[in-house]
């Protein structure tokens, strides 16, 4: 390879170069996914087994697990559960939803005696045509065109709407398009029946789904090509659920990828969009950036518009959380959970010139490595996440933001869920390499040494006006330092209204100066 030397080409090339640079680090650090060669060694957890926290604030003890990889114990054995990615409780407490990314299927249990309720299968052919409404348009096919809807569904994440009374799950992949490079699906389970009741298109390779507070909207994260679908949920019919935009986080992947030679698109798939969030009041919508030039990409949901990057989160945005005031994150591969208060980052959104931002004065606890999903305890002391590459559950006082505990999980957890009461977390472990760990459920029970109270949400968003009238205050109850009250003058309302103040004393100042000057006269 010969190296231009002249001026005009010298950027361009240097360019390419610190690309070739950030994709190889990228690929280095996102172990998202099953297929690396650093597979940690395999360990099992064991029922019964237990740990206390440091200051004796909790007790965490495996109760039992569903597993498919010894079928000696036939006790725990449940043939369903193949490399499963999620878990998911439902909001009345009484069932809880795991997805079988392997199994092509969710397989739905009792949370009171853990007995296995039913198995949604995710194998479509013609005669399930009734589902489809039409298609949207944005996502086209363009790399196979017969029977696409004849396929088997890999289920991923999910989320609630509607107050608990669907589910919505997306699909890796459909099981032809072999290099995620097609649109994918997703399914609505209807859960009082447990049944599909409704099939939609998606982008390419869909990971992550968000349901809106006032759950009209859902947002299908794109993993696969750096898009975010957004759909309109609002009407009481599922066959009138309709696509309404399709948002691009600055570029959209051109995928032409082989047709029979798999490549890697747990990593290769731009800026590898993972978690996904609404902010309280639905104004805005968070995704994290695993790799790439990383940050989280702030959407706009009043506007439809992407605003841009927020930089200054350390690498590898992996689950992104909103709970009381706090902005939660964790960092995947080094193993962190990090946190900032909501309305200084979105300060520093609403305060972006260009399409990034740099934000300072993140919190952080390290954890075990390969932190996947978090989850917050009902009060939200305590936040629990799953540990992948160490295969451990975590437990961080969120108060001082300190490690407090761990306790073994069967390799390799990603998924994590909590019940209402906190009593019960759920951590679903996914298989990595060939036949390397996966295929378990853990099921934790949690006693804490003081009552754990739900916390009331209120919204914790200091919006615009609230700034106009002078209230600084978080909804945490501290003040804002003094990096919030610059964001906050910064914004465009803030700006606005200094320039109406200014604009009234030079008035005022004027006035004074004229009639001193007729009395002078």
């Known amino acids: 390879m010969t190296m231009a030397i002249n001026v005009g080409q010298k950027s361009i090339n240097m360019r390419c170069i610190l690309m070739v640079f950030m994709t190889m ?29 440091d200051g004796g604030e909790l007790t965490i003890r495996l109760l039992t697990k569903k597993q498919n990889f010894d079928v000696s114990d036939v006790n725990t054995l449940d ?21 079988s990314l392997e199994g092509c299927a969710t397989v739905v249990y009792s949370t009171q005696n853990y007995e296995r309720l039913k198995v949604i299968k995710y194998s479509f052919n013609d005669s399930h045509q009734s589902l489809w409404g039409k298609p949207s348009a944005l996502f086209p096919f363009t790399h196979y065109s017969k029977n696409v809807n004849i396929f088997a569904g890999k289920p991923v994440e999910s989320t609630f709407s509607h107050k608990g009374r669907y589910l919505w799950i997306p699909f890796y992949r459909r099981t032809f398009d072999i290099n995620a490079q ?20 998606t982008g390419p390779l869909p990971k992550m789904i968000a349901c809106s ?7 299908v994260t794109h993993w696969g090509n750096n898009t975010v679908g957004i759909i309109d949920a609002s009407n009481a019919n599922p066959m009138e659920w309709h696509y309404t935009d399709k948002i691009v986080i600055d570029y959209e992947l051109q995928l032409n ?13 731009g800026y590898c969009l993972r978690g996904t969030v609404f902010t309280p009041d639905g104004r805005y919508l968070l995704v994290g950036c695993m790799t790439g030039a990383y940050g989280i990409a702030v959407i706009d949901m009043q506007d ?15 689950h992104i959380l909103i709970f009381d005031g706090w902005l939660y994150l964790s960092i995947n591969k080094s193993g962190y959970v990090q946190r900032i208060r ?35 305890s009902p009060s939200g002391r305590y936040i629990f996440a799953a540990c992948n590459i160490d295969s451990k559950l975590a437990v961080v006082d969120s108060k001082e933001m300190r490690l407090i505990g761990t306790i073994d999980v069967d390799s390799y957890p990603v998924g994590l869920a909590i019940s209402t009461d906190g009593s019960r977390v759920i951590v679903t472990s996914q298989g990595r390499g060939e036949n390397m760990g996966g295929n378990a459920v853990n099921i934790f029970a949690v006693e804490y040494s003081s009552e754990e109270k739900p916390l009331v949400r209120e919204d914790s968003l200091m919006t ?49 100066r004229l009639k001193k000057k007729k009395n002078e006269i």
């Open 464 to 512: 615009d006006s609230a700034i106009v009238k002078g209230n600084i205050t978080a909804s945490t109850g501290s003040s804002l330092d003094i990096d919030d009250i610059i964001l906050a003058i910064c914004s465009k309302r803030g700006i606005a209204v200094i320039s109406v103040v200014i604009i009234f004393i030079t008035a005022i100042m004027v006035s004074i």
């Open 304 to 318: 439809r518009k992407y605003l841009g990057r927020v930089l200054g989160t350390m690498p590898n945005v992996r």
């Open 25 to 53: 680090f990228s690929l280095s650090i996102l172990g998202e996914d099953k297929g690396k060669t650093d597979i940690p060694p395999v360990i099992h957890s064991k029922i019964g087994s237990s740990i206390t926290t």
């Open 79 to 99: 043939g369903n559960i193949n490399s499963p990615k999620s878990a998911n409780i439902h909001p009345n407490g009484k069932k809880m939803y795991i997805n």
């Open 342 to 376: 909501l309305n200084k980052f979105l300060n520093a959104a609403r305060a972006m010139k260009g399409k990034t931002t740099v934000l300072k004065g993140w919190e952080q606890c390290k954890v075990p490595a390969g932190a996947r999903t978090i989850e917050l």
């Open 182 to 201: 097609d649109p994918s699906a997703l399914a609505v389970i209807d859960t009082e029946q447990d049944t599909i009741v409704r099939l939609m298109e």
């Open 213 to 219: 507070p006032d759950g009209k909207t859902i947002a």
């Open 257 to 269: 990828l082989s047709l029979d030679k798999p490549v890697n698109r747990d990593s290769d798939s």
